[in-house]
């Protein structure tokens, strides 16, 4: 059974760095994506 747990254990922290990674991920595009849309908003001709 311990071998178990330890496996469930180990299953468990690589979901939960999985999510932080991926909230990071977001995070890094939504800043590019707002970053876009400031640079594109600052050089329209109009």
Do not use: R
């Amino acid at each position: 059974m311990k071998p178990f747990a330890v496996l469930v254990s180990v299953c468990f922290v690589l979901l939960l760095s999985g999510c932080n990674t991926m909230e990071g991920i977001g995070k890094d595009v939504g800043a590019a994506g707002d970053a876009l849309e400031k640079s594109a908003s600052d050089n329209k001709g109009y």
